[in-house]
Structure formats: structure tokens, C-alpha cells
């Protein structure tokens, strides 16, 4: 998981959760981020924080455990329910520029 300063990336970041990598394969240089490594997990550049983690549950988010009806229709007005993971914290950084 990498951790941005919200206000400098905001767009960057807004671009990233607004677009499918399979429909934008350049996705991540179109919102003008860099990919790096830190532990041979993916990171970007311009983080400033990093938690690699070993996930051990992953579960599809299903539209009807939603206990409130309107927090998932802002979430996913196009019903496009994500993944919840819960993983183990394996290490954690600062990225230095």
C-alpha cells in the first residue's frame, strides 16, 4: 500500500481510481506517477509512505452486506464492487526524495 501527500497528487490519484487498467493501459503514466520497488513489491516515486504486506483473505464486496444502502451507491454507482483483503504487515517505509 503506498500513501501520497493527498493535496500534491489529488488529480494524479483521482485519475487513478476513475480508470480501468484494462480499458488504459498506460494508466499510471497517464496519471504521471512512476512505478518503483521497495522489497520487490510495486511502489511509486511519489509516495511518501509504503506498507508491504502479505495479504492472506481476499473477498469480492457484496452489494447486499452494504449496511447502508447510500454510502454503496456513491462507492459504486456503476455497481462495480471491489475486493476487501486483510494481509499481515510485512515492513514499512518512508520514501525519501
Known sequence: MTFFDFKQYQEALVYMGSHSGADDPEKIANAGLHVAEIDQ??????GKYVIVCKPFFVQHLNPENFTDEGIREKAYPNKDYSYMYIAEIQEAYEILK
Open 41 to 46: 513489491a510495486p511502489t511509486y516515486e511519489e
